[in-house]
């Protein structure tokens, strides 16, 4: 038997459907709910006041008292976990799956070997076999928690990856930990102290077997451009007019891998990134203290590429860091731009194409 399929000019047009359209009303009005509603359920929706018989009336009261017990929660739908068959797109592997900005208080260790309470923004994933659906993203939380009222360190971080890689049935994983640090730091010239807030990171990646350990640190400092101050100089000496070289606030973004047994604390990095640029900007300021920072960005004038270089020397003398990048940014005060540099060491972090976004990230807001 020879079936042939409708060509496109023997479709019906608009009148023919509606035509079709009110005789299936018309047969409808004769017949009984359930009639319509074995042809096809959708049919009633066609129909001026006809509801679905398969379409019950819904008690519109929450219920309180309602427990989910074992049986009911297996009779529950779970399509995020379901079979490779509805898997929508490419069948690829996804390399980070997983939630971000999941928040809650964690206590940390310091190097004076206090605790303190920090409100931490969590980030975790997985990785995601090409035939997988997608994972319970919940238990990258519960398992958070079953460790968040610990002290934390990379160690305790350790343990919750361990958790989730297995709760998961996953190959590789990632946690980082972002919170801003509190720490005290004194003036220049006047003995004040104030708190400097510093935002850090700190990051555990597991990758074929691997793991691997990471800390991140935006240190805000001021740097006053060397070829403004000699022109202000110049401008002293020659003509005798008033001049003041352009400074700005500049935000340096260092990544390291933490190697090694020894701990590199959050202090042990901030001390890095101020002996390498000493302009950091100041918390509590008097008088004095606003001559003394004059005075010490006036010894220590510097461009973008100056800062990447020193920041670059400090940590190759750290045997407790092995490799590492540095992104650095002078939000200028002359220019209606910033100035901008990149420095990396070692494989880890070199890559060919950047985020076009990276640097609006490194602005500092007070």
Not at 92 to 118: A, E, M, W
Not at 337 to 347: C, K, M, Q, Y
């Amino acid at each position: 038997m020879n079936v042939h399929t409708r060509e496109p000019s023997d479709m019906p047009d608009r009148e023919e459907a509606r035509a079709a359209l009110e005789r299936l009303r018309a047969w409808a009005e004769k017949v009984t709910p359930e009639e319509v509603a074995d042809l096809d359920p959708a049919i009633a929706r066609l129909l001026p006041g006809r509801q679905s018989v398969n379409y019950p009336d819904l008690v519109r009261v929450y219920d309180d008292g309602f427990e989910a017990g074992d049986a009911y929660r297996a009779t529950m739908p779970d399509l995020q976990n379901g079979p490779s068959s509805l898997i929508r797109g490419a069948k690829k592997q996804l390399q980070h799956v997983g939630i971000s900005n999941f928040r809650l208080p964690i206590r940390f260790h310091t190097r004076d070997d206090g605790d303190l309470s920090l409100e931490t923004s969590v980030t975790g994933t997985v990785s995601l076999e090409a035939g997988k659906k997608g994972i319970n993203m919940s238990r990258i939380m519960r398992s958070f928690y079953r460790h968040a009222e610990k002290t934390f360190s990379f160690e305790v971080m350790e343990a919750a990856l361990d958790d989730y890689i297995s709760d998961l049935e996953t190959i590789d994983a990632r946690l980082q930990m972002r919170f801003s640090y509190p720490a005290r730091v004194k003036s220049l010239r006047s003995g004040l102290e104030g708190y400097q807030y510093y935002d850090i990171a700190m990051e555990l990646v597991e990758r074929d077997g691997q793991r691997r350990k990471f800390m991140h640190l935006d240190y805000v400092y001021s740097s006053t451009c060397p070829c403004s101050l000699e022109l202000s100089e110049h401008a002293r000496q020659a003509r005798g007019r008033l001049a003041t070289p352009h400074s700005q606030r500049s935000v340096a973004r260092i990544s390291v891998e933490s190697k090694g047994d020894d701990i590199l604390w959050f202090e042990d990095l901030i001390d890095i990134a101020r002996s390498a640029v000493p302009t950091e900007t100041q918390v509590m300021v008097k008088r004095e203290d606003e001559q003394a920072f004059a005075e010490l960005n006036a010894a220590n004038p510097i461009f973008v590429e100056d800062a990447t270089r020193l920041f670059c020397e400090k940590l190759h003398n750290e045997p407790r860091i092995g490799d590492f990048r540095v992104i650095a940014s002078h939000q200028e005060s002359l220019h209606s731009h910033d100035a901008v540099s990149v420095l990396t060491e070692g494989t880890t972090f070199a890559a060919d194409s950047i985020d076009p976004k990276l640097f609006n990230t490194l602005f500092h807001v007070g």
